[in-house]
């Protein structure tokens, strides 16, 4: 199978870092580390990421904000489908409005970072915690889901679950766009994300400066979509888009 639900923790590897000293720290993440906390408050508390890990974090104060703002009437399961090194489904377990959180990471490193960051903030074991590819298990959950482990399988997820979505974005290329193309966002597009989670409710969190244009034609059928700027210290960090769970038309029908 291409995930598998992680049962214990996994070990921290030599790819996982917790950086003390500026010396220490690669030259294309000393920014990141002068941020530190403000990605995540309790750093100095043995907070670990890898390397790549640094681009990708959703600093603390967007990510709890965005937990308080995700849709969840009716919703019992939250799946973070790109989990990282946990910033955002930290946030989701300790805003405690799921019964359920998903986290899926396909890195091994990353997700032993992702645990270990979990419990620093003590909520590691109010998550499961899922190894493989997180768009897998979404084709897996709509064509087969009796196929997929007990602490995956989610009884009618269009009325229950909703996903939350941080992709990789491609690094950091997007900043030389004044407007980005999301159709050549690595290594999933737009439309491409936009599918596998269909007809799910979602949440994409996309590039600050991702085309309105193409986001625009997520709207279902005779519906509508909310984009947000989340913002700090005066400066957008990312558009976040939400998107309703549909049974209509939707976009990869309408690009």
């Known amino acids: 199978m291409a995930f598998e639900v992680v049962e214990n923790k996994l070990p921290l590897t030599e790819e996982c870092h917790h950086y003390e000293n500026i010396n220490e720290v690669p030259w294309d993440i000393q920014k990141y580390w002068h941020q530190r906390y403000s990605i995540f408050e309790f750093y100095d508390y043995d907070i670990h990421l890898t ?107 269009v009325h229950t679950a909703t996903l939350f979505a941080s992709p990789p974005w491609g690094g950091v290329s997007y900043r030389d766009h004044e407007v980005f193309d999301l159709s050549t966002m690595q290594p999933y597009s737009l439309a491409q994300l936009h599918e596998a989670c269909y007809p799910l409710e979602h949440t994409l969190f996309l590039p600050r400066s991702s085309d309105l244009r193409q986001v625009a034609r997520l709207a279902p059928e005779g519906g509508k979509i909310e984009v947000v700027q989340y913002c700090m210290s005066g400066a957008s960090k990312a558009m976040v888009v939400f998107v309703p769970a549909t049974t209509g038309s939707h976009a990869s029908q309408k690009q």
């Open 51 to 157: 390397d790549d890990g640094w681009f990708g974090v959703t600093p603390e104060p967007v990510a709890t904000k965005i937990a308080k703002d995700l849709p969840s009437k009716n919703k019992t399961t939250l799946i973070d489908l790109f989990a990282g090194s946990g910033g955002n489904v930290i946030a989701f377990a300790m805003a405690e409005r799921w019964s359920r959180i998903v986290a899926i990471e396909k890195d091994p490193a990353t997700l032993a970072c992702a645990q270990h960051n979990a419990d620093v903030y003590g909520v590691r074991e109010a998550i499961t915690w899922v190894l493989g590819d997180s768009l897998a298990y979404l084709e897996t959950l709509r064509t087969d889901p009796g196929s997929l482990p007990a602490a995956l399988q989610i009884d009618d997820p």
